[in-house]
């Protein structure tokens, strides 16, 4: 036992005290709450100059849809100049109808000397739909037809409630459970091929270094593989726990900034931002609100679970290839079929977000080979505790039948020189005594 702790003890120090590891636990946090507060700031920055469109309406029934914003505004005209084409105009765009869009649907342009950008095609779209709709239900005569028309246009989004086990409710949001559930699936997934690929990286070369000859005089190879496969994982789990406390740390500050730790009291937020309470809408809020309501403890506790066992049945795996080979070149005939499983594992995780009951999603959830990725999108969705704890429950029992089925090949594999092995010969060094 001592030995093992010896070689957890190297590969952790090994790799904690890289200044690589340092550089790349430190930044990932502030990359990842870029990720999230970058698009918010420039989210939040108006435009410092608005483009000009001139609008040439020859029925005088479409220009008053079209509403000036942040980023156009819109000028009637007479009718086509010649000046509109010239590099000294101030329109970057002209706006002709001729005649009514009902009867001669294709009586209208838009004139530019650049590419129109989509925004701007989208708002006149829109524009000239909302008159022309208004114009067709005109010819049917219906009584009161702008009262009809403004009650009609009103959208409804009925609200979503969960009970919790003691009765009470709270407000929920389906969205925010599959965001949460996919970017802990993205994180296993991730976390999975990176030390995953350490452990075979750390295998082929003190074979390669014939380092290992040495190291096996000491200790035994089942030994130095699980002190391998620990300690790198101890790595994963100490990088993902610092991780964890610099993004609390960070999201907190930020959101003391924009205003969202404020989320329990909207005219707070509000007054945060510098904005009037009455004129903010309370989806953000509500977002908020479902974010605070997942079981987070339990989604950790699940992840972190879910991440030790898919780490020890890939680690595993991908330390008896790495015993097993001798040139990196070899590696890719048994790489590709694991890196298809987890791409196959992470579409099944896209995929089960919408039908979290459905046949893909439990099985995927019970093959352990797939099981890590895809149930952190199911336990986002509230799946039934007993799925979870039968699929943990397999997930370990796999990983540790791996762990000594790739003992067998590893300490046969380790000091096998100059011939490439075959899948056949791989399954006879399991049976070796």
Known sequence: MNKILIIIHREFMNRVSKKSFIILTILMPFIFAALIFVPLMLSMVKSDKQKDIAIIDHTGKYFHQFKNDESYRFFPQEKMLD??????????????IKSDLVKNPDDAAIYSKKEIPQGLSKIVNNALNEQIRHDKLLNYNIPELPAIMNDFNKSYSIKTIKWNEDGSENESNASIAVAAGMILTFLIYMFVMSYGGMVMQSVMEEKANRIVELMISS??????????????GLVGIFQLMIWGI????????????????AA??????????????YNNPEGAVAILNSIHN?????LGGIFILNFI????VYASIFAAIGASINESEDSQQFMMPIVLLLIFGLYASIYSADNPDGPLAIWCSMIPFTSPIVSMTRVALDAPVWHTIVSLCILYISAFTLIWVSGKIYRVGILMYGKKPSIKEMIKWITYK
């Open 83 to 96: 000046e509109f084409k010239s590099d000294t105009t101030t329109f970057c765009a002209v706006i002709e």
């Open 219 to 232: 200790v035994k190879p089942f030994q130095l593989m699980i002190g391998k496969i620990t300690g790198i």
């Open 246 to 261: 610099m993004l609390v740390v960070i999201l907190t500050i930020a959101g003391f900034t924009f205003g969202v730790s």
């Open 264 to 277: 329990t009291n909207p005219d707070m937020m509000m007054s945060a931002q510098g904005i009037q309470p």
């Open 294 to 298: 997942l079981n987070l403890p339990y």
């Open 309 to 312: 066992g898919g780490y020890l």
